[in-house]
């Protein structure tokens, strides 16, 4: 397409009433640049374990992870949503890879080898199973996402054609401000568990978690980076629920057999 020439009368004209316009009228642009911004897929989760329990245990004995079902609320698995910057809780975990369940038994299994608490069989003495409740992560944004172009908006209607500086001040001031966003991000991790000995339940217990963490705006260069946060935040959380877990389990059976 050919680029058009300026025309001095005609753009000067379309300035002026640009900045004629009402405040609220002014804003629509800047408000729409936000939702087309925010407008994207929400990426699949990919859940990897880092996170470690520094405890060992004397062993327990054998021990096979049965099965855990699955009864979160259903906005907790739905997958394909749009990504938007909300000041309302978004779930962001509705889709993982690998599958929330399988792992949670995964992080169950590697955390009992590496504790020591257990060994692993699948002709064990010992059975864990159970049912989770809720395993999820959030992400909230602030008001002062929204906040942020204000200085814009009033430099852009208090400059002048032939004079920008207070334009400029104003994106400087935008810039400024956003520069004190901290979305919140929130893990919640939530089950029932049963063990049983030899087909007999011995401890039965509830462990509930949650972890929150904010991180700055500027470090979101995409919402993939904020899925690989939200991530590890509850993949630390979860490590944290078995770490418990284990805990109680360790405390249980020895007051048992004394």
């Not at 640049?33 to 004995?61: K, Q």
């Not at 980076?225 to 805990?247: M, N, P, R, Y």
Request: contains cysteine; neutral net charge.
């Amino acid at each position: 397409m050919r680029n058009r020439a300026f025309k001095p009368g005609v753009d000067a004209m379309w300035i002026r009433s640009c900045r004629s316009l009402s405040f609220p009228a002014a804003f629509i642009p800047f408000i729409a640049l936000l939702v087309f911004l925010a407008g994207c897929s929400m990426p699949v989760m990919v859940l990897v374990h880092t996170a470690r329990i520094d405890t060992t245990y004397t062993e327990l004995g054998p021990i096979r992870i049965g099965e855990f079902e699955d009864k979160r609320p259903s906005g907790e698995m739905e997958g394909g949503k749009t990504a938007t910057n909300s000041l309302s809780a978004q779930i962001w975990s509705g889709s993982t890879v690998p599958n929330m369940m399988v792992y949670f038994r995964n992080v169950l299994s590697e955390e009992a080898s590496r504790t020591k608490l257990f060994t692993l069989s699948e002709s064990a003495e010992f059975e864990l199973s159970g049912e989770v409740i809720s395993m999820k992560v959030d992400r909230k944004a602030t008001i002062v996402r929204y906040l942020a172009v204000i200085p814009a908006v009033g430099g852009f209607l208090a400059s002048e054609p032939e004079d920008r500086t207070l334009l400029w001040v104003g994106l400087a001031g935008s810039l400024a401000v956003s520069a004190l966003e901290f979305p919140l991000l929130t893990a919640t991790v939530r089950y029932r568990v049963v063990l049983t000995r030899n087909n007999t339940p011995v401890v039965r217990k509830e462990i509930f978690v949650t972890k929150k963490k904010r991180h700055w705006g500027y470090t979101e260069w995409g919402w993939k980076s904020v899925s690989e946060k939200a991530g590890a935040l509850l993949d630390d959380a979860i490590t944290q629920s078995v770490a418990d877990l284990f805990h109680e389990i360790e405390t249980e059976l020895n007051r048992n057999m004394n």
